[in-house]
């Protein structure tokens, strides 16, 4: 954090900074008054978030928050590359759950294209993105304590979150960058002894996520410096659009699973965690919730998981198998055909969304019957639920706005796009 | 919905025509881009309808169309679990729509990546700022005739 001159903040951010008091300059601030840059290289603000504060003693009055330090043009670039070119990008939008954003666009390409995986690979993305919300979660909370100063939470977090990252590399090849859909199904099958490791996994988390909580919800600081901060009640959570566990951390109790439910999670039961209190301590009471409520939905998806195949069978649209490439004339011609001018779905535009671990995740795709789409939009979650951040902060200190991000856990890459 | 929907508008706005389409099982209704800001009130604003939540504002560039813009607002009743998309074309010539950031705070930063990235602008918005680009940057990249590696020195260098 440093204290700023005029050259260094552009005369529309300060305007927006000082709203009604425009007639302040930056130099002459009220004497207690003073504008403060943090970010967006700061360890607290999750990635290359910027906030402008203002300033009256310690007690933050205005905050505008400055987005586009990462924005890398990911809907500029999918106007230009066939639909299953994207898959990857979906990996850098929210990075710390590769495998949920995979799952988000395939299902949204798939309504466009007419098609519905096989119900295992329908499974085994359900699995997928609820291990990937297990991940994001277990971060967020121990991103969220360290934060307040609690660096355990954190080193046990990523150790759990180690042994999820290391069931990614064995079904999708790669702990990170996953890229593990496919436009009509998964890359590739997940064999049984997987499934058996994964429940052993569970197992000892219950009791590994019992060790965290007794460690947060009994620690008077962690409890203190989040309880009553950054609240926000139920109709302006709705109205600056929040979604997700933010949003249930306000008690609207809205999980996409449930209101437009997607793949099979119709079938699976479920309880949907939901807070009154609206403050920061309560959007971390619901994650820690949602940690035990994927755990038991990954339960019951590797019970009723189907056998059968992982990739659909249909030609102009789906990529045929290896095997049959390299014997048969029709697949090579269809592998051809979609690797160099893609899947070419009908004209029309469709938006899908999905519950991501942060929020709601919309693609909104128009095509012209084209390989490429002619245009793509990403509705992220982190991008909304930032906008609150202005309204949250206000009033309160500035120690604690770094507490309010890290309880609305943004995530840059996909805020910037 | 579709037909409470229809009921409704025909009731408030009787001389104006609204087109209703259906696809993917999903409600498209396109109007007239000067009645964005009282369909918006009604249909939020309505009890039966309740479309509190609004998920996305975001526009289409069609390149070589007389109306060459769509903006499209992606809005969701919690109450019955309904999505629907409102339609609003925008010429080039005169690329100004009203905005709807008083109706929903959410619309706020929305609207503001539009006009980013594709030079609309909106009427009475609290703070139409750009949202990704630098201040000082002249072009709208999601504009078809922006090309895909940018334009060399389009993006000044931090002064020191």
Known sequence: MQKLTKDDVHPKIVQALLGADSHITLEDALENEMILNMGPQHPATHGVLRLLLRLDGETVIACVPELGYLHRGYEKMAENMSYMEFIPHTDRLDYISPPANNVAYALAVEKLAGITAPPRAQYIRMLLAELARMCSHLVSIGALAMDVGALTVFLWGLREREKILDFFDVICGARFTTSYTRIGGVASDVTSGTLKKIIEFLDQFEEKLDEMERLLNGNRIFIERLEGVGIISKDDAIDLGFTGPNLRGSGVEFDLRRATPYLFYNEMDFTIPVYTEGDSLARYFVRADELRESSKIIRQVIDKMPNGEVMLNSPKKVLPRKTEIYTKMEELIHDFMIVNFGINPPAGEVYSAVENPKGELGFYIVSKGEGHPWKMKIRSPSFANLQAVPHLVKGYMISDVVAIVGSIDPIMGEADK | ?160
């Open chain 2, 1 to 160: 919905m579709k037909e409470v929907l229809e009921e409704k508008l025909k009731k408030e706005f009787s001389e104006s025509s609204f087109e209703f389409t259906e696809q993917f099982g999903e409600l498209t209704i396109k109007f007239d881009k000067s009645l964005i800001v009282p369909v918006c009130k009604l249909l939020k604003q309505d009890e039966a309808l309740a479309f509190i939540l609004c998920e996305d504002i975001t526009a289409v560039d069609w390149a070589t169309r007389t109306n060459r813009f769509t903006v499209v607002y992606h809005i969701f009743s919690m109450k019955h679990s309904f999505r629907l998309c409102l339609k609003a074309d925008v010429d080039n010539a005169d690329n100004k729509i009203d905005s709807v950031s008083f109706i929903w705070k959410a619309a706020n930063w929305p609207e503001r990546e539009v006009f980013d990235m594709y030079g609309i602008s909106f009427n009475n918005h609290p703070d139409l700022r750009r949202m990704y680009m630098p201040e000082d940057f002249e072009h709208h990249p999601l504009r078809k005739e922006f090309p895909l590696m940018g334009i060399p020195g389009s993006v000044s260098l931090p002064k020191k």
